[in-house]
């Protein structure tokens, strides 16, 4: 396709429709497929409890290096997103098959360094969190991190080719690629696990392998979609070269991103040793914690990969009322998606902890947790759309500085000394605090955002 037709088409979208159909039109599908990512993510705990709480704590407690996995993946994804989108704005097409290709490197050395971790780190890594405590929850946590890891092409590849068809505004191919890895998660999982149609038993092992099935059955199917239908990125390696300087403005916004998430990694890691001490059940809780609020916080993270090309085409086309529409159409849609989620937590704790097998001290501990944590739904919507924002526009770094004031600075050492001083009950308490702190800062930079960048901007057409 020449690049005229290619002009026509991703200005007819981007450009051209009206902003409240085009921010649906791209996040919907979306939001479809992280839902039921969420959901599939839910169903995999819920089968390892049925196992036993062990195995279940034995999972939790995998989350801060899967964390790390999905940072590295999902920020090298916003970097290319956001250039590769900016760039279709500037009607630079040679500039965006670039960063795709530049990008798909960047994916490979990642897929390289996990698997070296995969060897290396996760027995250690068990055993910092465990203190020398129970050998089974060890062994089944090893089991399943290192098959999670080394076979983490998958995810890799699910990101990779995923990307590309969101920067291009094909979400929906996007939707059926995550739809697909997540039913053949789900259809694996009590099959693997429990040994079901005459295969061995594979209990924690077997829900690992069906995880990473699911991604790689996802990558394959993103890059047919890739292959078959996005007209707009040449993938041809004909001349290729590797562009240090694309690289370099790819990581500059990736990275902060890939750092903000990685925070993430870094706070469930403390938090589970801090959680640890009182007992594995707080941890399973813990564990169970982000498996529930991510089936709230996960369509909301498939809006932001919506909305996000459609901020940075406008910035690279100059057009502020179609970027501060798309800014408050989905400000109010984060709000209603996570007042649910607030909901959730505050009228029916037990029912959600009764879907994991909840012991009678599961049910104890968490329905109070969940009381206390979920007062930060009704905070959280501003802080991630803000960040999405902040990415969108070439800003992370006012993300990752937020994200690290809120999971490092503030959570973590309100979260010990509560322990200290309140006992397990109290350290709940530390998610709100900390989340009232992330608003303050997400509001301080936006505000700064605006008047730097938005603001000057002519208006551009609606």
């Not at 929906?172 to 005459?198: C, E, R, Y």
Request: proline share 3%; hydrophobic share 55%; with cysteine.
């Amino acid at each position: 396709m020449n690049s005229q037709n290619t002009e026509n088409i991703t200005e007819n979208k981007m450009g051209t429709m009206p902003v409240n159909k085009l921010v649906w039109n791209m996040s919907l599908p979306m939001m479809v497929s992280m839902l039921v990512q969420a959901l599939y993510n839910i169903v995999d705990s819920i089968f390892v409890a049925r196992v036993s709480e062990d195995a279940l704590t034995a999972v939790s407690l995998a989350f801060p290096l899967q964390t790390l996995v999905i940072a590295v993946g999902a920020g090298t994804g916003v970097g290319i997103n956001a250039i590769l989108s900016k760039s279709l704005g500037e009607k630079n097409f040679k500039k965006a098959n670039a960063t795709a290709l530049n990008g798909g490197f960047l994916y490979i050395a990642s897929y390289l360094l996990f698997l070296v971790l995969g060897f290396t780190i996760v027995k250690p890594f068990y055993a910092s969190q465990l203190k020398g405590g129970s050998p089974e929850i060890y062994n089944m946590g090893v089991q399943y991190l290192s098959i999670v890891m080394i076979f983490s092409m998958g995810i890799f590849g699910q990101f990779f080719f995923e990307r590309l068809l969101t920067s291009t505004g094909k979400t929906v191919f996007s939707m059926i690629s995550q739809l697909s890895g997540a039913i053949t998660n789900i259809i694996l999982d009590p099959i693997l696990i429990f040994g079901l149609f005459g295969l061995p038993k594979m209990g924690v092992a077997g829900a690992a392998a069906a995880t990473v099935i699911g991604q790689c059955v996802a990558a394959v199917v993103a890059f047919a979609c890739n292959m078959k239908y996005n007209h707009e990125i040449d993938l041809s390696l004909k001349g290729f070269r590797l562009n240090g300087a694309l690289i370099g403005s790819i990581y500059m916004v990736g990275i902060p991103s890939i750092i903000m998430q990685s925070i993430g990694s870094i706070m469930t890691y403390c938090m589970n040793k801090i959680l640890i001490d009182f007992s594995s059940t707080a941890a399973a809780v813990f564990g169970v914690y982000f498996k529930l609020q991510s089936f709230f916080f996960m369509p909301v993270f498939g809006l932001n990969n919506g909305i996000t090309p459609i901020i940075a085409y406008s910035y690279g086309a100059r057009q502020r009322k179609r970027m501060l529409k798309t800014i408050k159409i989905s400000m109010g849609t984060a709000f209603v998606l996570l007042l649910f989620g607030f909901a959730g937590f505050e009228l029916i704790p037990q029912v959600l902890l009764r879907m994991f097998d909840a012991s009678e001290e599961m049910l104890e501990i968490g329905c109070l947790a969940l009381r206390i944590i979920g007062f930060h739904f009704l905070i959280a919507w501003f802080c991630i759309i803000a960040g999405t924002i902040f990415q969108a526009l070439g800003k992370a770094v006012y993300s990752m500085v937020v994200s690290i004031m809120r999971q490092l600075v503030v959570l973590i050492p309100a979260a010990y000394i509560l322990a200290k001083t309140g006992g397990l009950n109290a350290v709940w308490w530390a998610f709100p605090i900390a989340e009232t702190m992330s608003l303050a800062v997400s509001a301080f930079c936006l505000r700064n955002v605006y008047k730097k960048i938005i603001k000057p901007l002519p208006e551009g057409r609606e």
